[in-house]
């Protein structure tokens, strides 16, 4: 089959088969990173302009390393070096990005929606990297290569979220590629921070972790954002913590090779105890040289499939 | 459309114990040797070589597999780029004698995709061609040093390779377009 978007959005709007693509495109990427000379000339004379509107620098770095392992040129913008903090609107600055060359932009934005805003106005190529809590594909993609890899298969697993589902956007984007792909999704939380209203049969919800991660295959956490502390979704992050924290008491009750990720970065203590958190430890610096290559096979399909506009 | 048969599998057979005596020879012996074949029908081809050294020399070189989408200059012209599939190189090329392997030698482009892939993996001492058909038309000063047969064809004709393991018999058939 062949990848016809010039926008990698979301998870909501790709096809199994177009993820599954991404997926195997990811494999042959990753052979990439484990050469000596760390690069090929498929991108080159394309320019990628990173346009970060929220901090980070796991995912940014992630993508940046993509762009330069596939030979792209490489523009940074972010929050606080840029026209952003002059008073800019969005648009401009992504037409001033354009204007300069940028084939693709990937943006990170706060306000969900952002990246289809600049798919439907500019030329270029979108690929979001994060709109406020909606979705974060490249993440999900990331996961699901990454389950895909250790278990073999991603159909018919059982797969837990834990935490703040209401404003993860990892997790939104993870729930449509796993039902695509034919996981069974439990999600488990306080119950103020599970949306009320979930449209979807195949997908359960519980309060109790212990309940949820019953003979589960596969565990994601979610990262508590202490920046969001203050607006009290629960108590204390002590109590979340017993509630819902991993340890090796609660992963008993999981399936004997269950596999743990995390989006990082990790609060030790808060949602994996020290211990789980050093043995899951692979797992999650794979999902880490993971997402390099999934980003350079988004970036590969994208580029390829925007050729002709 | 005309089909005619250039090579039928005896010929095919014997041409492989041909090219792979010529390796030999012009290498003295396989201990330097690694061969490399390019995705998909140089790879098969690759692997009857490179057991054919074993029978003769009881030594089996390194084999790899080369995928070189991500090497290819008409990338920026195509509006839907090929899959990328895996190069698997698991051995060190470093002053080895390279025997790069493909079905068809042709504008010699796809030749100088996989020539630079090999050295992004290090610095052989030298790098060999072997090609089961030389159809001509090259458009790249490339050549290859070990041929199967060499055809006059039009450019307008389409030469391919068939192989037990991926079209179920041996074959070279010229299509007349």
Redesign the interface.
């Known amino acids: 089959m062949?990848f016809q978007r010039k926008h990698i959005l979301g998870l909501e709007e790709l096809t199994a088969e177009e993820i599954t693509?991404v997926l195997?495109?990811a494999?042959?990427?990753k052979?990439?990173s484990e050469?000596?000379?760390k690069?090929?000339?498929?991108l080159r004379?394309v320019t990628v302009c990173n346009l970060f509107y929220e901090p980070s620098t796991r995912t940014r770095s992630s993508f940046e390393i993509a762009e330069k392992r596939?030979s792209a040129d490489v523009l940074n913008f972010t929050l606080s070096h840029s026209s952003v903090s002059k008073g800019e609107t969005l648009l401009d600055t992504a037409r001033n990005l354009e204007a300069m060359g940028a084939g693709v932009i990937v943006i990170r934005h706060p306000m969900s929606g952002a990246p289809w805003l600049l798919a439907k106005e500019l030329n270029s190529s979108i690929i979001n990297a994060g709109d406020g809590s909606h979705e974060h594909p490249s993440q999900a993609l990331l996961d699901l290569f990454t389950i895909r890899e250790i278990k073999g298969k991603i159909k018919g697993l059982r797969v837990v979220i834990v935490g703040d589902i209401l404003h993860s956007r990892v997790a939104r984007s993870n729930i449509w590629g796993l039902l695509k792909l034919g996981a069974k999704v439990r999600l488990v939380g306080p119950p103020t921070l599970i949306p009320k209203y979930i449209e979807n049969a195949k997908i359960r919800t519980f309060y109790n972790l212990d309940e949820a991660i019953e003979g589960a295959d596969v565990i994601i956490m979610l990262r508590i954002q202490m920046e969001r502390q203050e607006s009290e979704y629960f108590p204390s992050l002590r109590e979340y913590s017993r509630f819902y924290g991993l340890t090796r008491e609660k992963l008993r009750g999981a399936s004997e090779d269950v596999t743990v990720m995390h989006p990082g970065p990790i609060n030790r203590g808060i949602e994996l105890s020290s211990d789980i958190a050093d043995d899951a430890g692979s797992v999650i610096l794979d999902q880490v040289s993971n997402g390099i290559a999934v980003r350079m096979?988004m970036f590969?399909?994208v580029?390829?499939?925007g050729?002709?506009a | 459309m005309a089909e005619n048969v250039l090579m039928d599998s005896e010929t095919i057979k014997r041409t492989i114990v041909r090219i792979t005596s010529e390796i030999l020879e012009k290498n003295k012996g396989a201990k330097e040797l690694v061969v490399i074949g390019i995705r998909t029908r140089g790879v098969h081809i690759a692997e009857r070589i490179v057991n054919r050294i074993e029978k003769l020399e009881g030594i089996k070189p390194p084999m790899g597999t080369l995928?070189i989408?991500?090497?290819r200059d008409d990338?920026?012209r195509?509006?839907?780029?090929p899959?990328?599939?895996?190069?698997?190189i698991p051995f060190s090329v470093e002053d080895k004698e390279v025997v790069l392997v493909d079905d068809v030698i042709y504008t010699g482009r796809t030749t100088r995709a996989a020539l630079?892939?090999i050295m992004?993996?290090?610095r052989p001492s030298s790098i060999q061609l072997a090609a089961m058909v030389d159809r001509g038309h090259r458009e790249l000063p490339i050549q290859a040093d070990y041929v199967g047969i060499k055809v006059n064809t039009l450019s307008t004709e389409e030469v391919r390779v068939h192989l037990k393991e991926t079209d179920g018999k041996d074959e070279v058939i010229v299509l007349k377009g």
């Open positions: 062949k693509l195997d495109t494999e042959s990427m052979e990439v050469r000596d000379v690069k090929v000339p498929a004379g596939l096979a590969y399909l580029a390829s499939a050729r002709d | 995928d989408t991500l090497y990338l920026r195509k509006t839907e780029w899959k990328v599939e895996k190069t698997e630079e892939e992004d993996f290090g």
